[in-house]
Structure formats: C-alpha cells, structure tokens
C-alpha cells in the first residue's frame, strides 16, 4: 500500500488522475495550502496542488524570473513551459509569499509566448497576511468571487451541502494523519520517507480514494509494535519539502524524521475545519488561521511554540532548520528558530538547498552526519 502512496508521490501524473480526466472531469492546479482545496472539490473538480518533480533545466523559469528567486516557483513555470501541468483544466495562483504572486503574472506572460500552456481557467486568489475581522470579511469575499468564478467557467453549482460534504472529507484526512503522526511518534516502523510520500500522495488523487487507503494503512500501522532502534529522531523545519530524496539522505545518515513542521506536512492538518454553520465562513476562519507560515505577519511566537509542541510531541532529538534558497520568509525566521531552539536546549542545523533534482546530496550528508555527531 505504501508503494502507492510512494508511486503517486513521484510523479507530476498518477493513475488516479488518468482515470478522472478519462472520465471527464476536470483537474485544478494550485501552489499554496491556503487555498481551500474543499471549495474545488465540491464543483466536482479535483484539486492537485503543484509539484516540479523530474524537472531537469530552468531555462524558461530564469527567462521569466531571473536567477535570485526561489527555485520552487520558477520550477513551476518550467514544467508548464514545457507542456507537463497541460493536462490540467484551470490554475489558481496564491500570495503565498512574493515570488509565488509573481507566478500569476510571469505564467501569463509566458502564455503569450508558448501557445497552449494557459489553461482557460486562471485565477488569482487573493489571501490576506493577517487573521482579523477585517482580513477574515476580505477573505469571505475572496471565497465568493472564486466560487462565482469557477460555477461560471465549468458550468457547475456550488451548493453549501457539497462543501460541507467535502469538508467532512477533509476533516477524515487530517484526523487520519494526526493518527499517522501520533504512531509515528511512538516509534512505529515507518521511515520518514514513507510517511512523507503518503502525505503527498494526498494533494494528487480523489478524495474518497485517498481517505481509503490512508484509513487501511493507518489501521495496519497502529497493530506494529514499536521500534527502539537507537537511532537519532529528528523533526524536520522550514520550506515546503516534496522531495523523498532530501528525506531518504537524512534518514541515512542513521537518524530517523519522526515529524515535520512544513505544510506539506502537520501545518497542513493539525486543526480541523468547523463542520457546522455557514460553510463559506468556516473555511474562511480555518484557512486564514494557518499563522504557522511565515507568510502570516505577527505570529512568530505562534510558530515557535507549535515547533516546540512538535519537538515534545514526537520524542525529537534534534530540529533540521532547512530552507529554499532565496526563501527571505524561512531563511530568515529560521536564524531565529535556531537561537530560540538553542535557549530552550533543543539541538539544531540549518541549511539552504535548492528545490529540484537533489544535487546537493553530499553537502546535506555531511551536514547531517555532523549533527548527530553532535547529537551522541
């Protein structure tokens, strides 16, 4: 079952995928968690948030970027230069931090250049930088406009009982994770690797299929018996990381990732949304709630505390502070992370890489063997 998940993870396209689009249905791609994938999900459309797996040359990124960006973004528009996200019937675009805003602009332009590779469907999601009344009544009216937007385009209706369907589907998700997270932290065999596959295998398949397999799963690792197998535990920190390879590195230099603070990762499902009530206004609440990522002005205490939740809850070692390079958001509230972590006794690394084919490894094993040198 694990295969499955590890399969979907490691690539752009899935069976999964193949069998709605042969079915009809439409596909939506997406950059950002705070864009609330139930909305999508309750048109009838599948959600899939944007990986850049087996990309091998910027060449169109830095053409429309330049080269001091973060690599995530512009490995985006490589693949969509290059014709691999065509199969997809929209994109919406989030603020998630500039360089991700600046994806809707440098994707249209490029579409002038490249036939074919704008979908009909390109939207821009507005999302606000702080949760307050006002920002919260912005964010409502966000979710109108994309909702009006996308019953327009694809002909199809919106009803609250589908969201609050989809939302219950969703809350089924994250709940199971949290399980998944709580016998990972009991020292149930399963790699980091493995656990992060399943969690990405999630932002690229149906709902329902999903849930099921996870639920199977989950079962099945909850009858293990624990492992104390004297290896290193460490809680993985900073920019998003859809990279098995980056985790597989780590893992051996004999430690094991028993967590994460990431939103491909806990950020993404340690709350659930409200269930009852206007459905709109409760997604808006639980998404504008996400002050975990740095996007969110004023909540660095938050973020510490919840790593340091994290550090406590998963029996962790030691913290792994990484970022993209160029990401100004990790990369600098990291430095702080690490002198906080460092006052509260938690052991800690930082390191930059970039995002793509993993041609760092040796730098990253070095960096890591030395740290659980430190750790012993």
């Known amino acids: ?11 752009i396209q899935n069976p999964y995928i193949e069998a709605w689009k ?8 997406f950059p950002c968690t705070f864009l609330p994938e139930e909305v999508i999900a309750a048109a009838g459309i599948l959600p899939m948030r944007f990986r ?3 990309i091998s040359s910027l060449s169109i990124g830095d053409t429309y970027y330049g080269p001091v960006v973060c690599s995530f973004p512009k490995c985006i528009l490589q693949l969509a230069g290059e014709g691999v996200y065509n199969f ?9 931090c500039d360089s991700m805003r ?50 327009k385009h694809f002909g199809r209706a919106i009803t609250d009982e589908a969201m609050r369907q989809n939302i219950r589907k969703y809350n089924t998700s994250r709940r199971l994770l949290q399980r998944l997270d709580q016998v990972r932290a009991a020292g149930t065999p399963i790699s980091g690797e493995d656990a992060l596959a399943i969690v990405l295998a999630g932002s690229a398949m149906p709902r329902d299929e999903y849930n099921r397999l996870l639920e199977a799963l989950v079962a099945e690792l909850e009858q293990l018996p624990s492992i104390q197998d004297g290896r290193k535990r460490l809680l993985l920190v900073g920019s998003l990381n859809d990279d098995l390879d980056f985790v597989r590195v780590i893992e051996e230099c004999g430690a094991v990732v028993v967590g994460d603070a990431m939103c491909f990762g806990a950020r993404s499902y340690h709350t659930l949304v409200a269930e009852d009530g206007d459905p709109v206004e409760a997604l808006a609440r639980h998404y504008l709630s996400r002050n975990l990522c740095p ?11 919840f790593i340091l939740k994290r550090v406590k809850d ?10 993209i390079r160029f990401c100004d958001m990790h990369g ?12 509260a006794g938690i052991p800690n690394v930082r390191m930059e890489r970039e995002y793509g084919p993993l041609v760092e490894s040796g730098r990253i094993k070095m960096r890591v063997d030395a740290f659980i040198e430190r750790l012993a």
């Not at 996007?295 to 505390?305: A, I, S």
Request: glycine share 12%.
């Open 102 to 151: 600046r994806l809707d602009e440098c994707w249209r332009k490029a579409g002038e250049d490249i036939a074919g590779i704008t979908p009909g469907f390109f939207h821009y999601f507005g999302v606000p930088h702080k949760s307050t009344d006002y920002s919260l009544r912005w964010f409502v009216e966000e979710l109108g406009i994309l909702i009006e937007s996308l019953e």
């Open 295 to 305: 996007r969110m002005f004023g909540y660095y205490k938050d973020r510490l505390e």
């Open 52 to 54: 850049a797996v087996g």
């Open 314 to 323: 998963t029996r962790a070692d030691g913290v792994v502070l990484q970022n």
């Open 1 to 11: 079952m694990i295969e499955t998940f590890r399969q979907i993870a490691s690539e």
């Open 332 to 343: 600098s509230e990291n430095g702080i992370f690490a002198r906080d972590l460092a006052k």
């Open 88 to 96: 997809l019937d929209g994109v919406i675009i989030t603020p998630g």
């Open 22 to 29: 042969a079915a009809g249905k439409p596909v939506i791609g």
